[in-house]
């Protein structure tokens, strides 16, 4: 066996150390940041290890868009972008691509906004702010208007977590997230999706639920809701 096999092969057990396969969060950490230094003493690539699925399973999976009668959609690229992932949506389903753990990150987050989000949207319709806003505006124009700041403050929270997340990467970690998000984005490419990008609609609305809706956006936490969700840990360890 060649010396460069043998280092494959200590990556591949490095890499095998999960915690569905009985190591510690502690250990499966130290076992990825070993196989990624030595990804890059040996200018091993996630290509050389095509037999490891933990570096190369993408799935692609569809989830059922929240029924709301208003347009959601503000939010979409960033949830995908946060946790690596393409997506797209049709009038009925969203689509995530990319490693397993963190596709289902992206559908439980989309579920958890979108209901918060609805949820806060009734309670704001029952308000003291929205009865008296609706002697002047459609309410159908007040709680759009709402949804847009709640999702625009979600958006927000999204971008700086992501900030947050790049910030803290071990330096060891780094080639291997690269290279994970280079094979997620050109994977989906190669599907050859005929995709149509939407225009970047403007934001028309009423300024003062828009802004109700910023101040109760404020309050979701996302933090909370990673730490609460079963594939958290993979999370933190595919960041």
Do not use: W
């Amino acid at each position: 066996m060649k010396n460069t096999d043998k280092i494959k092969d200590k990556i591949k057990a490095l890499l095998s150390k999960t915690i569905d396969n009985g190591a510690t969060k502690e250990e499966m950490q130290s076992a990825l940041k070993k196989a990624n230094q030595l990804m890059t003493d040996f200018f091993i690539s996630e290509h050389d290890l095509k037999d490891n699925e933990l570096i190369n399973k993408c799935i692609l999976e569809q989830f059922e868009l929240t029924k709301s009668g208003y347009d959601l959609s503000i939010f979409y690229a960033d949830l995908a972008h946060l946790f690596d992932c393409e997506h797209y949506y049709t009038k009925s389903k969203i689509t995530f691509f990319g490693h397993e753990q963190d596709v289902a990150l992206c559908g439980y987050f989309y579920h958890l906004i979108t209901k918060t989000c609805l949820l806060e949207k009734v309670k704001y319709s029952k308000s003291t702010n929205y009865k008296y806003l609706k002697r002047y505006h459609h309410g159908k124009t007040l709680l759009s208007s709402f949804i847009k700041g709640f999702l625009i403050e979600v958006v927000c929270k999204m971008k700086e977590m992501y900030k947050e997340r790049q910030s803290n990467i071990p330096e060891s970690y780094g080639l291997m997230v690269i290279e994970k998000r280079e094979k997620v984005k050109n994977e989906f490419i190669d599907l050859n999706f005929k995709i149509h990008k939407q225009k970047t609609k403007e934001l028309k609305g009423e300024k003062v639920a828009f802004e109700d809706g910023i101040e109760q956006g404020k309050k979701i936490d996302l933090i909370q809701g990673i730490e609460s969700c079963d594939d958290a840990n993979q999370f933190v360890l595919n960041a």
